[in-house]
Nanobody, 124 residues
């Protein structure tokens, strides 16, 4: 399983951005739980938002109401739409996947597959 993330860049506070994560696998994307994590400068990698294989979503309190996760099965691609971006959202963002489950995993070690990081920078 390979994850290829795209998107990111620089925006102003209050702006929007979308990240994509394309899954290359013999299985379709809806066989996996998927998530986005982020890592700020000098910080640990932290859970941001996730979805179960059957599209139940959950998110960190810091992004509730601002970030939305979605998937396009036909394109085998997951997205995170980020609205009302804040300076504190500045980080390297990583997409992640694991075998499908009803559980809402938030730990870095819960996920087997990772995409490369994409930088999101929000200016004040």
């Amino acid at each position: 399983v390979q994850l290829q993330a795209s998107g990111g860049g620089l925006t102003q506070a209050g702006g929007s951005m979308r990240l994509s994560c394309e899954v290359s696998s013999r299985r379709t994307i809806n066989a996996y739980n998927m998530a986005w994590f982020r890592q700020g400068p000098g910080g640990a990698r932290q859970f941001v938002i996730g979805t179960t294989y059957d599209d139940i979503t959950w998110s960190a309190d810091s992004v509730k109401g601002r970030f939305t996760i979605s998937r396009d099965v036909a394109k085998n691609t997951m997205y995170v739409q980020m609205e009302k971006l804040e300076f504190a959202d500045t980080a390297t963002y990583y997409c992640a996947a694991r075998g499908g489950s009803w559980r809402h995993y938030t730990g870095e070690s819960d996920y087997e597959y990772w995409g490369q990081g994409n930088q999101v920078s929000v200016s004040q």
